[in-house]
């Protein structure tokens, strides 16, 4: 698929197609903290198999935000 669009761009608008899914189904608060927090994940230098403690803490139970 050629858009002329650049990868960044395209990526742009993918975050900007789930922001605006997150709003609609869960309103926009949830939406902006979901987005704080992954920014949060990316600035700690987190990566997908790192198993070291993060801001997002997921468990069965629930989320929550480790202090």
């Known amino acids: 698929m050629n858009t002329g669009l650049t990868s960044k761009e395209q990526c742009f608008e993918r975050v900007g197609k789930l922001a605006d899914e997150m709003i609609e189904t869960y309103g926009k608060d949830f939406a902006l903290g979901v987005l704080i927090l992954t920014a949060r994940f990316v600035a700690e230098g987190k990566s ?11 468990t069965e139970s629930q989320g929550g935000m480790v202090r």
């Open 48 to 58: 997908p198999g790192n198993t070291g403690q993060s801001a997002i803490l997921a």
